[in-house]
């Protein structure tokens, strides 16, 4: 007898635009076929949306458009926004299918503020559609790698994600490690790095540098493993922080933007030049945060996406809060998609004599200094500040001397063109969840 999973794979029907367009490797498709699987794509999400949900069916009554007037890829911004706190605290606004076809019901985490917001996948959704492109020039993840799991796999999506896809879409193995769970301490994920020798790790920067320090109490280097990969997600960093993440490694560490909410939006490759924008997956577009008006390639704005392979939970032209701009230059590695280029979140900007900064430009000066160690914070008040203080552990060994701090100061205050004060501690806590590194005190 069939079992109930059987026949629901039997049953499937892959929806016909991913057989028209999707003829080979996602990312090596011509631009022109990526354009009609887009067009193709977004008219189903825009008619599952109008027709089951009466939260988009209200907007684009309001807005005056049917789904019939979406004709092309440029009808697009006709479409309202839809918002982080239309999404808060309201778990089935989505929700375009029966709710016994949910299959995965994910929750934030929390970290932004404010109501919980849930996102819910179907079963079709989740693998029929989600796992249908494949990304082989960007995702040189294959059977017989062994993928360590080190991030969170509770509530929200990050590890889940991570696991679905190495597991289900390029079919190794996965190790489901957590990061700091019940059951996942940092000694433990050691003993396994040691015990099962992984080739990839999916990890945060600040957690990776967690694991480091235990690695180096447990007398383990991590550079005696046989890694071929890290992929960083979950926080950014700067460079200059992903050096060091790769220097403590021995392998190059490539960065993975996604959200609860949006799912898979960029992925960088090994040319660690912008991440490229998974077409087959999500439209991206910039738009004037002010004005919602569309912006050209080059030009910063808000970053907005519409999820193209999600037809029982549509999201379109959500408003992520993070700015970023798109070159739609080719890139050296091949890949045809077009890169974005993250500039932070709106809301963690830092603000000093009227200028605002991202904390990842900060980060990149403060983490060039030798002395500096791998845990700090930016101490800012709300609003403008007078000077930028920064706490900071620094590498063992090193003298915390006045003089330091008023070198280290000066060092950073010459590359900004801010005052910056140093403050030298002994330890900064360590994350239980995402690591802080703004504390407005
Ligand atoms: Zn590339």
């Given at each position: 007898m069939a079992s109930k999973y059987e026949k629901k794979i039997r049953n499937a029907r892959t929806p016909l635009f991913i057989t028209r367009?999707?003829?080979?490797?996602a990312d090596s498709l011509p631009l022109a076929r990526l354009k009609d699987f887009q067009a193709a794509a977004l008219k189903e999400v825009i008619n599952s949306a109008y027709r089951n949900t009466d939260f988009y069916h209200q907007k684009m009554t309001e807005a005056n458009?049917?789904?019939?007037?979406?004709?092309?890829?440029?009808?697009?911004?006709k479409l309202p926004f839809t918002t982080k706190d239309e999404l808060?605290?309201?778990?089935?606004?989505?929700?375009?299918?029966?709710?016994?076809?949910?299959g995965l019901i994910h929750v934030s985490t929390?970290?932004?503020?404010g109501e919980q917001i849930y996102i819910m996948h179907s079963w079709r959704d989740l693998y029929l559609h989600d796992l249908a492109p494949e990304y082989p020039g960007v995702f040189d993840v294959d059977p017989g790698d062994l993928c360590f799991n080190a991030l969170p796999?509770?509530?929200?999506?990050a590890g889940l994600a991570f696991h679905k896809v190495f597991?289900?879409?390029?079919l190794a193995t996965v190790i489901p490690?957590?990061?700091?769970?019940?059951?996942?301490t940092p000694e433990k994920s050691i003993k396994l790095l040691r015990d099962l020798k992984p080739n990839v790790i999916m990890t945060t920067p600040s957690y990776s540098m967690t694991l480091y320090e235990k690695a180096l109490e447990e007398d383990f280097?991590?550079?005696?493993l046989p890694i071929k990969k890290i992929w960083l997600t979950g926080e950014g960093c700067s460079p200059a922080f992903r050096n060091r993440v790769e220097k403590i490694w021995g392998a190059a560490a490539n960065f993975y933007y996604g959200s609860?909410?949006?799912?898979f939006l960029g992925i960088e490759c090994n040319e660690h030049n912008g991440y490229h924008i998974p077409l087959t997956h999500t439209i991206v577009e910039i738009i004037?945060?002010?004005?919602g008006n569309v912006l050209e390639p080059g030009q910063i704005g808000e970053i907005v996406a519409t999820c193209?392979?999600?037809?029982?939970t549509p999201l379109i032209r959500?408003?992520?809060q993070d700015l970023g701009y798109i070159d739609t230059e080719p890139c050296k590695c091949g890949v045809k998609f077009p890169r974005l280029f993250m500039r932070g979140r709106v809301v963690d900007e830092v603000i000093v004599n009227g200028v605002n900064f991202s904390p990842f430009y900060l980060e990149e000066f403060l983490m060039r200094?030798?002395?500096?160690?791998n845990w700090y914070q930016f101490i800012i008040k709300e609003g403008d500040n007078d000077k930028l203080k920064i706490r900071t552990e620094l590498v063992e060994g090193v003298q915390p001397t006045s003089e330091l701090a008023d070198k280290l100061a000066s060092k950073m205050e010459y590359a900004l063109g801010i005052p910056c004060e140093m403050e030298f501690v002994p330890k900064i806590p360590r994350p239980q969840a995402k690591t802080i590194r703004v504390l407005k005190e």
């Open positions: 367009y999707l003829t080979g490797p458009i049917q789904p019939q007037a979406i004709k092309s890829l440029a009808d697009l911004a808060r605290g309201n778990p089935w606004v989505l929700l375009a299918c029966d709710k016994k076809d949910i929390g970290t932004t503020g796999y509770e509530m929200s999506s597991l289900d879409g390029c490690a957590g990061k700091g769970g019940a059951y996942s280097d991590l550079r005696s609860l909410e949006a799912g004037d945060p002010k004005t193209l392979l999600r037809i029982d959500y408003r992520t200094l030798p002395e500096i160690g």
